[in-house]
């Protein structure tokens, strides 16, 4: 399907190997994740599996990635990978726990229903990404942000009319410049969705280059910040990041459904 960055069998193994030793190592009572150490990438034997079985959450992830790319790729609407970012949603370091994934969806879903008439036959499929962000001042913060693929009969610009968060930024937060909404064309739309989808937590570092601009480069997340997004994922299941419109998941998987 064209997918970029998919992670392979070897690769899942050590980003879970890697996160069961952050939770021995952090003393997290292992009543609370040892069930993860039967997880090995085979038939699941959990019946309700945990975000944060690198297993278990990719398996469910991608099954969304196929079923709304058939329903996206079956549209002849223009389609836009979009990054949504509302610095309200920005939270210090040991606070991760009080990011509300349904506050974020529900901020999202009251400008669609306030965007036009031809909104209602859009399809949006994409979730909640975690970043890890540190200023050029040394300040940290958690940046969660919303990346989704759309299909729906809107241009760029209004696409960014549309999803452009109402809320001011925090006092705090006043004066940095932040682009609140970036839109992109889809060249791939198996590859857009699952980039929407991807769970890893980024680390992202303000830096000036030659011309005095600001930019951001890599860096290795610490180790505490890691087990904070760990624990937060270990309190979710595996599709409770996701966000679909337009669509809906059945028992017999993802399928269209108009918005009144």
Known sequence: MKVQKVLSEEELSRLHVARLARFASGDVNDQNWKHLKRCHGSECPHQACSAACAFGERKELNRVVRQTR????????????????????????GHLSDLSVNGMFQSLRRRLREAPDSWKSARIVGA?????????????????HLHLAIAVDADAKEVRRVLKPRRPA??????RKFRP???KRVTSLANAIAYSLKSTVDGREAIWDRRGNKDRRPFRVPEAAQLEHDLWMLGMRPRDRSFLGGMMVSKGGVVPRRRP
């Not at 979009?82 to 949603?89: E, M, N, Y």
């Not at 909640?128 to 969660?144: F, K, L, N, T």
């Open 128 to 144: 909640v990404d975690i970043a890890y962000d540190r200023d050029a001042d040394g300040r940290e913060w958690w940046a969660p």
């Open 70 to 93: 058939r329903l996206l790729d079956a549209s002849a609407m223009p389609r836009h990978f979009v990054t949504i970012i509302d610095p309200t949603c920005f939270l210090k370091p």
């Open 181 to 183: 909404v970036k839109v």
């Open 170 to 175: 925090p006092p705090d937060l006043v004066g």
